[in-house]
Structures are given as C-alpha cells and as structure tokens.
C-alpha cells in the first residue's frame, strides 16, 4: 500500500456555462434532451449493488407534460428496507477501513465525470423530469454537485488534520471515525445537487447509507446512482431505496442501527421523523445524529435608500426562477410607501415578458411546478389571496393543469403584514408584498422577524448604510443565509454554507465543515512513551 501525507488543494467552484446559440454544450444538452424524452425506462432499486425489482411500480412523469412517461420505478417496502439495512451493515468494515484519499478519489472522480460526460446527462435528467429551465439545471445538477464532491473531499481532508496538542513525552490523536450502523439519506425533488450531495456526504467520511429520493425525482437520482457506481463506488456503501414515506421510512426508523438521518424536505416530515427517533431513542445502539434542512418563508426587505432596478430584478428573479420552488426562494417582500409606485411599475413591466413553457423551447423563463398535489396546493393560496378583502391580486394569478402543472408569476398586494400568504411557506412562484409607511422601518422591521416561524434566507436592500446595519441586527435571527443588495436565492458551495434555524432546520450548512462534522464520531488517542511505574504522587509526602 502506498504511504504519504496526501494533499487536496481547495477547489475553485465550477464555471456556469452558459448555453448559447450554437454553443457545443447547447448543442450536446439539446441531443440528450431529444434521446431521453423519446426513451422509456424501467429503474430498479440498487441494494448491496444489485438491482432489484419490487414489482411494485409508479411512473415518472414530466410535470410540464404530465401525459409523457420518462419512465417506471420500482418502489420499497419492508422487505426491500431490510436487505438494504443488511448490505450497509456488510459493506461497513471495508468501506470504513479504506484510507480518508481512497474514498475522496472515488467522489473527486464522480465530479470529473459530471463536469464531462455525465454534464448533459444528468442536466437533461434534471430538466424533463423536476421541469427546470438550462440554466436552472446548470446551476443545479452539474456545477453545484460538482462543488460538493470537491469540496466535501478537501473539507474531509481537513478533518483529518484537525489534531490535538500534545505534552512532553506524550503523543495526542485524533481518530475519525464514522458513526456506529448507517445513515438515512432523504432527499428532495427540487435541487439533484442536494439529491446527490446528502448521502454522500456521510459516506465521504466512511459511512454507509440507505437513501430515499423523492418520489418526484427518482428519475435524476437513477443516473447520480449511475455516475456514483461509474466512479467506483463499492457495492453497499450507497442503496437507492425508493418508495411512500412510511413504507420505506418506518422500517429504517425502527431498525437499531440507525446512526443518522441527513434529510431535506418538509417541516411536517422532519418534526415526525425527529418524533419517532426520539420514542425509540432506548432502542437504537447509539444516539442518531439528526441533520435536517425543511423549508422557509424568505423575505426581501427593502429601506427608502434601495435601488428601485436591482429590487424589481430581485424580487422577479427570487420568487420566480423554478417557479418559486426553493426552499430559499423571495416570497414576502416588505417595500417603503415612497419606492411602491416605481417598483410597481417595474414589477408589471418586466412580469409580463416571462414566458411559460416546456423546458425544450429554451425561451421559456418559466417551466410548470412538480405535481398535482403542489399545483392545488399553491392555487389554493392564490384563490384564498383572490377572495379575500384583506388581499390583492395584482399580477398573474391564472393557472392550468391541462397538459401541464403552470401557474403564473403572481404577485399579492396585502394591507396586513401578518396575511397568511406573508407567514405560511407556499412553495411555488407567489409573492406577496406589504408596503409600509418610510418612517416605519423599524417597526416594520420586527413584523419581519415575528411573522414567520421560518429562518432559512433573507435579503435587505438600502444604499444607507446605517440602515443596512440597522436592518441586519434586527434580523439577525430571521435567516441562516442573510443578503445584502443581492436576491435570497442561489447560495455557493465554499462561499456561501446553507441553512437556517428555527422551523427552517438544524442549520448545519450543507456545503461546509460543519455538515462533514455531523457525520463522525472522533476518537482521541493518547500514547504514553514511558510511563509511571509508581503510583504515589509527591502530596503524599510529608516530610
């Protein structure tokens, strides 16, 4: 076996490209586009490295075309769960006893080969399926899971050489070890990087992981699979266990091997898993580690200094980039009196030129919300927005699930800050607005830290600089990823750590040091060179 002190430099983040006209990776995407909409597949489950097939079936669908099948999955159950238990509890010891740079290769190398040939793949996968834009894709499938294996391996490296001092004739380390049994990976349908990023995480550092994609996404989550195996990685380190919640969620939560549970999703979700750990906390054989990201109400606040331009584009490009459908996206919005007729204007303007469509027309700014369920939810608010007298509709509103889920860009005037579209999460492309008195900022200020039981991301724009200052102490709370003349939207792996407190999450920073931390359970060693030979210590004597 080779030896050294291995050294990973820190990564630069993955260039975005950019898509034009007659650009060879326009040109590659649009080809990928055209090979997987016209080919249907079957996924199986990958268990122990094998596929398996439950013959329990659902459709993948595209939601901007919910008529065309991508394909069929085979769902989980209980008896799927527990082969998948049994391969991470017999792919362990070796995968844990291989050295920290053998596994950082093996995720160094998956994005090497989602910067090349898995770029179009797995963009296209995300596009047709999740119906995001290109550029949403780009931003998402590739460059941001590309930032996560880099950095995640020189983070991990960095773990590695976090040791202690030691004193005269003594010799002080540190052991990184992984948890004791396996993490449950739970992931999203709105952004693949966070699908590709939550169980790998916890494997980086030696773990083995069942994970569980949203039943939404599972088409993407079949080809990181794919890209992860390609890389190399071992049989049983990684299960893809799709399926309903509780059929595959019940069995891993009761299994007393569960170490961990890394999850994205809603807040409903998280509080019930955390519910269940916490009835059978006496039955596992450690204390699982619980890491959870669920959702937000994130605001943009704007003082009578801000720049009328770069707030309209803002706000339009927050709360309307993948139709609202991030869990950071700008859904309320608090605008001084002397600045809401100009912004107005802007809003109505510039509103009006989004085209929405199927993600192939690459003109389309705009692409269709998941499903059916989000569809009734989302137009559920708009029409509760419509008939009340406290509210109103001032852009868009329309909506048509036909042939796709659509809704459009709408924007919401609303008299009361506390207006249930200003406090409860909706998750599709609506923004409300509250336009208070100038000389209420501060007071205004507080209705923005109280109203929401959320803290994930927010943004002030002002050009006085007292009021910046004044606005992110007073918010100080509000979110975990705080903006300042910038949209609440699209934070950098290596620059900006993502994630919230209070009902938004556990605020562990995917992207970071901090999240690798959560997955480790560190040993101390100390070696002693000579040791005493006597037990009494000099107190003891008198004389």
Not at 35 to 50: A, D, H, N, V, W
Not at 266 to 284: A, C, K, L, P
Not at 329 to 345: E, H, N
Not at 401 to 407: A, C, E, H, L, P
Request: aromatic fraction near 10%; glycine fraction near 8%.
């Amino acid at each position: 076996m080779s030896a050294g002190f291995y050294r990973l430099e820190r990564p630069a983040n993955e260039p975005v490209k950019a898509y034009a006209p007659g650009s060879e990776e326009k040109k590659l995407l649009k080809a990928e586009l055209l090979r997987q909409s016209t080919t249907e597949l079957e996924i199986p489950l990958i268990i122990g490295g094998r596929e398996i097939n439950s013959g329990q079936l659902a459709d993948c669908v595209m939601p901007h075309d919910h008529q065309h099948r991508l394909g069929r999955y085979h769902k989980a159950g209980k008896r799927e769960v527990e082969l998948a238990i049994q391969a991470a509890r017999e792919a362990k010891a070796d995968w844990s006893a291989l050295p920290w740079e053998e596994r950082a290769a093996i995720f160094l190398k998956a994005g090497e080969l989602l910067a090349t040939r898995y770029r179009p793949i797995l963009n296209a996968a995300t596009m047709l399926g999740q119906s995001k834009n290109a550029f949403q894709a780009e931003i998402d499938a590739a460059c941001e899971l590309i930032d996560f294996y880099r950095y995640n391996a020189f983070y991990m490296q960095e773990l590695m050489k976090e040791q202690p001092t030691s004193a005269e004739g003594i010799w002080n380390r540190l052991d990184t070890r992984p948890l004791d049994g396996f993490v449950f990976a739970v992931t999203p349908f709105n952004f693949t990087s966070i699908a590709g990023n939550l169980p790998t995480a916890p494997a980086m550092l030696g773990n083995t992981v069942i994970w569980k994609p949203a039943s939404s996404s599972v088409y993407s989550a079949w080809f990181i699979m794919q890209l992860l195996l390609e890389a190399g990685l071992p049989d049983g380190v990684i299960n893809l266990v799709p399926g309903r919640g509780g059929e595959v969620g019940n069995p891993v939560m009761a299994s007393p091997e569960l170490a961990g549970v890394h999850f994205t999703g809603s807040t409903e979700v998280f509080q019930g898993m955390w519910g269940t750990i916490g009835r059978n906390i006496q039955d596992y054989k450690q204390y699982p580690r619980i890491v959870g990201e669920t959702g937000g109400k994130d605001f943009v606040f704007a003082h009578a200094s801000a720049d009328l331009k770069a707030l309209s584009t803002a706000l339009i490009r927050g709360a309307f980039e993948y139709q609202g459908q991030k869990c950071s996206a700008a859904s309320r919005a608090y605008i001084p009196q002397s600045l809401w007729s100009g912004l107005k204007a802007l809003l109505v303007e510039d509103i009006a030129t989004i085209k929405l469509g199927d993600v192939q027309d690459f003109t389309n700014f705009m692409n269709a919300v998941i499903d059916a369920n989000a569809f009734d939810t989302i137009t559920g608010y708009i029409e509760q927005a419509r008939q009340s007298t406290e509210a109103e509709i001032i852009i868009g509103g329309g909506y048509d699930k036909s042939s796709g889920y659509f809704i459009e860009p709408t924007v919401i005037l609303a008299e009361d800050p506390r207006f249930v579209t200003m406090a409860e999460e909706i998750f599709g492309p609506v923004l409300t607005i509250f336009v208070y008195p100038d000389g209420e900022y501060e007071e205004t200020l507080r209705h923005c830290d109280q109203t929401s039981d959320y803290a994930l991301t927010g943004a002030v724009f002002a050009q006085d600089r007292q009021a910046i200052v004044t606005a992110t102490e007073a918010l100080r709370g509000t979110a975990g990823n705080f903006y300042i003349n910038d949209k609440p939207t699209g934070a950098v792996v290596g620059q900006q750590p993502f994630g919230g407190s209070r009902a938004s999450g556990t605020n562990d920073k995917a992207g970071s040091l901090l999240n690798m931390l959560r997955w480790v359970s560190p040993r101390t060693i100390k070696e002693t060179f000579v040791p005493p030979y006597e037990y009494r210590y000099p107190f003891l004597d008198e004389k």
